[in-house]
């Protein structure tokens, strides 16, 4: 059945586990709307030009990518090459700006892109509540596999290695303090609004705790998309 999930929540509430578990659990594509921005921006080939090293600049400072470059060059292109191919989707924390989902007189949004490839009533709302605090503490202490990319959560003894493959973890350019604050303001004004729009538009927001294990938090998550 083709279905459509879009997970939303604050920076470190855990959109990105819950959409890996979705993907491996029960079939879904994981849109990671972040990590297709980060590799493009990171391929050298793309750092040539100066309008990738403009993206790069604004990505590393946490503030979300410029809109019309985002919804046009990642998302709606692959959006509709995995529908062609009947694939469900889940997105993790996308689309991120107002313009990115309800687009302007000139340009369809992922929104109006999605209700006419999949249908409005196979496209469901889920949020993720944790506090801004536990944002912060997520960020800042997880790490991820350099090699794999498999996220690593917050371990008292500190993990140095990868549990899957064994290779080096790092840490992301994203989650220092400094740049999750920015994050977390550039979530408040520009990506919470889109949950009031689509409201407006008769979308039911399904909200989940996100405090707990991720295990426990995708049992709701289950039940809320069943």
Same mark, same amino acid.
């Given at each position: 059945?083709?279905?459509?999930?879009?997970?939303?929540?604050?920076?470190?509430?855990?959109?990105?586990?819950?959409?890996?578990?979705?993907?491996?659990?029960?079939?879904?594509?994981?849109? #990671?709307?972040? %990590?297709?921005?980060?590799?493009?921006?990171?391929?050298?080939?793309?750092?040539?030009?100066?309008?990738?090293?403009?993206?790069?600049?604004?990505?590393?400072?946490?503030?979300?990518?410029?809109?019309?470059?985002?919804?046009?060059?990642?998302?709606?292109?692959? =959006?509709?090459?995995?529908? %062609?191919?009947?694939?469900?989707?889940?997105?993790?924390?996308?689309?991120? =700006?107002?313009?990115?989902?309800?687009?302007?007189?000139?340009?369809?949004?992922?929104?109006?892109?999605?209700?006419?490839?999949?249908? %409005?009533?196979?496209?469901?709302?889920?949020?993720?509540?944790?506090?801004?605090?536990?944002?912060?503490?997520?960020?800042?202490?997880?790490?991820?596999?350099?090699?794999?990319?498999?996220?690593?959560?917050? =371990?008292?003894?500190?993990?140095?290695?990868?549990?899957?493959?064994?290779?080096?973890?790092?840490?992301?350019?994203? #989650?220092?303090?400094?740049?999750?604050?920015?994050?977390?303001?550039?979530?408040?004004?520009?990506?919470?609004?889109?949950?009031?729009?689509?409201?407006?538009?008769?979308?039911?927001?399904?909200?989940?705790?996100?405090?707990?294990?991720?295990? %426990?938090?995708?049992?709701?998550?289950?039940?809320?998309?069943?």
């Amino acid at each position: 059945m083709k279905k459509v999930i879009l997970i939303y929540g604050a920076p470190g509430a855990g959109k990105g586990t819950q959409a890996d578990l979705l993907a491996k659990k029960l079939g879904f594509y994981h849109f #990671d709307t972040g %990590k297709y921005i980060e590799q493009t921006i990171n391929d050298p080939e793309n750092l040539k030009s100066k309008k990738f090293q403009k993206e790069k600049a604004i990505f590393d400072s946490g503030k979300l990518n410029t809109p019309s470059w985002v919804l046009k060059d990642i998302v709606i292109k692959n =959006t509709k090459k995995l529908a %062609k191919a009947g694939v469900r989707i889940v997105f993790s924390g996308s689309p991120r =700006t107002l313009f990115e989902a309800f687009g302007d007189e000139k340009t369809k949004g992922l929104i109006e892109t999605l209700e006419k490839l999949y249908g %409005k009533e196979n496209i469901g709302i889920l949020y993720l509540d944790v506090k801004s605090e536990s944002s912060v503490f997520r960020n800042s202490n997880r790490a991820v596999c350099s090699v794999c990319g498999a996220p690593v959560l917050y =371990t008292e003894n500190g993990a140095q290695t990868c549990p899957f493959c064994g290779a080096p973890l790092r840490k992301r350019s994203l #989650d220092n303090p400094e740049t999750i604050k920015v994050r977390l303001e550039e979530y408040k004004n520009r990506t919470q609004p889109i949950l009031e729009e689509l409201k407006k538009r008769g979308y039911e927001i399904n909200i989940i705790n996100g405090k707990p294990e991720p295990f %426990k938090v995708f049992e709701e998550v289950k039940q809320k998309i069943n």
